[in-house]
C-alpha cells in the first residue's frame, strides 16, 4: 500500500505543476496588456508601469515562471492591488471559514443522505422511498445559490429562526451548511438507496435474519457497513461538488470564505488574489482526491493497490 | 426442413423498420420519468423558440409604479424592481439558456470528440499529453475552471458560453477516447483496416458512429450543466451583465429584494432548476434506451 501511496503521490506533482502553471499563465494570456487592464483604463502611465514590475511583466517569461514557482515554494503570493496586504494574509484570513463550510456541508451531506438512503432502501417501492428519491432529484436539479436563497427566504425572512448571514455563530453555519450538503446529500442518497438494496439480498444478510437477530441489528451492523463503501467513494467524488457548492453558497451568504475572495477579486481585477484564491481550491481538490484514494485502502480490506 | 429455422431466424432480425431508433423510441416511451423530462423540455423549447409571442410584455419594459409587484391577473408572476413582467423575463430566459445550452455544448463537442477520438486511436506520446493536460484541466472543480476562464476572457454572456463549453471539453474527450480504445481492438474496425480503409475513415465512418449513443447521452445531461453553470456566472454577476433577462442575473439582481418580494427570487430558480430536472430525467431516459447496461 505504502508504494501505491508513493506512487499516487509522484503522479499528483505534475498535476500541481500544471496547475500552477495554469495559475501563472492565467495574467499573461489575458487578451490586451494584462497591466493595462489591472490598472484600469483611466490609470496614468506611471501606474500601469508600476503594476507591471510589481508583476514582473517586464522580464522575459522563463524567467517569469521561475521567479513564480520559487516565491510560491516559499509561501509569496506577492500583494493584493486593491489592498495592498500580502496576499498569504488575506488567503489565511479566509481559509479556515471556507474549511469549516465544506466540513459542515460535508456532514450535513453524509449524515441526511445516508438516513435517507437507508430509510428507502428498507422498504423499496413503498411511498417513503418514492418521496425520498423525488425530493432526492429534485435536490440534485437546485442551483445551489438557488437553494440557499430559498432557505433564506424561508427560515430567516419568514420564520425568523435562523440569521441569513455572519460566521459568529453555529447558528450561523446552518443555512450555509445545508447549502452546501443538499446537492451532495441527493447524490449519497441515491447511491446509499441502491447499495443497500444490492447488500439486503446477499446470502450473508439472509442467515443474520435465520440467526433470529433484530432487524435493526441486521440493516445497521450487517447492512450498513458494507453498503457504505461505494458512497465512499461517491462522497470522494463529490469532493468537487461541495467545494464548487461553497464557493458559490460563499456568496449567497456573504460569508468570508476563499470562493468570496476569488469572486471579489475577478470583478475587482484583483490577479495575485485570484491567482492565489484558484490556486489554494485546486490544489485543496487535488490533495483531497489523493486523500480518499488512500483512504480505501484503510475501509475496504478488499481493495488491493499494486 | 433443418434448413427452414436460420431462414425464418434471420427475417424475424431483418425485419424493415425494426431500426434502433424505433427500438430506443419504443423503450423510452415506457419510461414515465423520461416522457416528464421531455414533457418539461418540449415547454422549455417552446417558450425559447416563440418568446416574443408568448410572453405577455417586452421584458424589458420598466414600470417604476409596478416595482416589486406580487403577482396578480395582469402579471402572473409579478413584477421585478424595475417593474419589468417577471414571466416575460423567464420566457426570455428560457430563449438565452437555450442559446447558452446549444453553444456550450456545441464547443464541447466540436473539440472534445476529436480530441478524444484522435488520442485514443492514435495513442502514444500525443495520448499521454492529452491525457496530461486532460488531468489539469480536471484538477479544477467545473465551475472554479469556468471562472478561471471568466477571468481570463473577461465578464460577460459570451465569454460565459466560451468558458463553459471550454469546461466541457475533457469529459468529452475522456468518454470518447475510452469509447474509441475498445472499438479500437474490435474485429470490424480490424477487417476496415485490412481492406485498406485509411485511419481518418476507420475513424469517421466506423468508430465514431458507435460512440453516437454516449455522446447524445452526454450532451443531454452537459446541457443542463451547462445552463446551471451560466446561471451560477451570471449569479456571481461574472455572466450576463443587467438589464439581461438571465435568469442566473435575475436572481443575483432580485435577491437583494428579498425581503420585499418573495417571487423575484423563487420564480426564476424555479425556472432553472425545472430546466435542469428536465434535462436530468431526459438524459437518464435516453442512456437507457440506448443502452440498458450504462444504467446505474
Redesign the interface.
Known amino acids: 500500500m505504502w508504494a501505491y501511496i508513493a506512487k499516487r503521490l509522484l503522479l499528483t506533482v ?3 505543476f ?2 500552477a ?2 495559475v501563472f499563465a ?1 495574467v499573461r ?3 490586451g496588456d494584462p497591466a493595462q487592464i489591472i490598472a484600469g483604463e483611466t490609470a496614468t502611465k506611471e501606474f500601469v508601469e508600476a503594476i507591471r514590475k510589481d508583476l514582473g511583466l517586464d522580464r522575459p517569461l522563463m524567467e517569469q515562471f521561475v521567479t513564480f514557482m520559487a516565491s510560491l515554494v516559499r509561501g509569496d503570493l506577492g500583494r493584493s492591488i486593491r489592498s495592498k496586504a500580502p496576499v498569504s494574509e488575506e488567503l489565511w484570513a479566509r481559509i479556515p471559514n471556507t474549511v469549516r463550510l465544506t466540513i459542515a456541508g460535508l456532514v450535513v451531506a453524509v449524515s441526511v443522505g445516508v438516513t435517507a438512503g437507508v430509510v428507502s432502501a428498507i422498504r423499496p417501492y413503498s411511498v417513503v422511498d418514492s418521496a425520498v428519491m423525488l425530493v432526492a ?2 435536490g ?7 437553494s440557499g ?2 432557505l ?2 424561508i427560515f430567516a ?1 419568514r420564520l425568523g429562526w435562523l440569521p441569513a448571514v455572519g460566521t459568529e455563530t453555529l447558528a450561523h453555519l446552518v443555512l450555509p451548511a445545508i447549502t452546501v450538503g443538499m446537492a451532495t446529500a441527493a447524490i449519497i442518497a441515491r447511491m446509499t438507496r ?1 447499495s443497500m438494496l444490492e447488500v439486503l439480498r446477499s446470502d450473508y444478510i439472509r442467515t443474520a435474519r435465520a440467526k433470529g437477530l433484530a432487524e435493526p441489528v441486521v440493516v445497521t451492523r450487517h447492512a450498513l457497513r458494507n453498503a457504505l463503501i461505494p458512497v465512499i467513494t461517491v462522497v470522494g467524488l463529490q ?3 461541495l ?2 457548492g461553497a ?2 453558497t460563499e ?2 451568504f456573504a460569508w468570508p470564505g476563499i470562493g468570496r475572495l ?2 471579489e477579486g ?2 475587482a481585477r484583483d ?1 495575485p488574489i ?1 491567482q492565489a484564491a ?1 490556486l489554494v ?2 490544489l485543496a ?2 490533495l483531497v482526491n489523493l486523500a480518499i484514494d488512500v483512504l480505501y485502502a484503510a475501509v475496504d480490506p478488499r481493495i488491493h493497490y499494486e | 426442413m433443418v434448413t427452414a429455422t436460420p431462414a425464418v431466424r434471420a427475417e424475424t432480425i431483418l425485419r424493415p423498420g425494426r431500426t434502433r431508433f424505433r427500438m430506443a423510441w419504443a423503450q423510452f416511451r415506457r419510461n414515465r420519468a423520461g416522457l416528464i423530462g421531455l414533457a418539461i423540455l418540449m415547454a422549455f423549447l417552446g417558450a425559447g423558440l416563440f418568446a416574443p409571442v408568448l410572453a405577455p410584455y417586452d421584458p424589458y419594459e420598466i414600470d417604476l409604479e409596478g416595482g416589486l409587484k406580487k403577482p396578480s391577473r395582469a402579471h402572473w408572476l409579478g413584477q421585478d424592481e424595475l417593474g419589468r413582467d417577471l414571466l416575460s423575463r423567464i420566457i426570455y430566459g428560457a430563449r438565452l439558456s437555450l442559446v447558452i445550452g446549444i453553444i456550450a455544448v456545441s464547443i464541447g463537442v466540436g473539440f472534445g470528440v476529436p480530441i478524444g477520438a484522435i488520442s485514443g486511436y492514435v495513442g502514444g506520446w500525443w495520448d499521454l499529453l492529452v491525457q ?2 486532460i ?2 484541466m480536471l ?6 475552471l469556468a ?2 476562464l ?6 460577460g454572456l459570451v465569454q460565459v458560453m466560451v468558458a463553459v463549453g471550454i469546461v466541457s471539453i475533457p469529459t468529452y474527450a475522456r468518454l470518447v477516447r475510452g469509447q474509441v480504445l475498445s472499438l479500437r481492438a474490435q474485429e470490424f474496425v480490424d477487417a476496415a483496416r485490412a481492406l485498406g480503409a485509411t485511419a481518418g475513415r476507420i475513424l469517421w465512418r466506423h468508430v465514431l458512429p458507435n460512440t453516437l449513443a454516449v455522446i447524445i447521452v452526454q450532451s443531454t445531461l452537459q446541457i ?1 450543466s451547462a445552463i ?1 453553470s451560466a ?2 456566472l451570471g ?4 455572466g450576463a451583465q443587467p438589464p439581461t433577462a438571465e435568469w ?1 442575473a435575475m ?1 443575483s439582481n432580485a ?1 437583494q429584494y ?2 420585499l418580494a ?1 417571487h423575484s ?2 420564480f426564476p ?1 424555479m425556472a ?3 430546466t ?2 428536465g434535462f ?2 431526459l438524459g437518464d431516459a435516453i442512456r437507457d434506451a440506448l443502452d440498458p447496461k450504462m444504467r ?1
Open positions: 505534475p498535476v500541481i500544471g496547475v502553471f495554469v492565467m494570456i489575458v487578451p432529484l429534485l440534485l436539479s437546485m442551483p445551489v445559490f438557488w436563497l430559498m433564506i427566504l425572512v441502491s469532493t468537487g461538488t467545494l464548487s464557493v458559490l456568496s449567497v476569488l469572486v475577478i470583478l490577479y485570484v484558484v481550491v485546486a481538490f487535488v | 496530461r493536460l488531468d489539469i484538477a479544477f472543480p467545473g465551475i472554479l471562472i478561471v471568466v477571468a481570463i476572457l473577461g465578464v443542463a446551471l446561471a451560477a449569479f456571481l454577476g461574472l442566473g436572481l435577491r428579498i425581503r418573495w427570487v423563487t430558480g432553472i432548476m425545472l435542469v430536472l436530468n430525467l446505474i
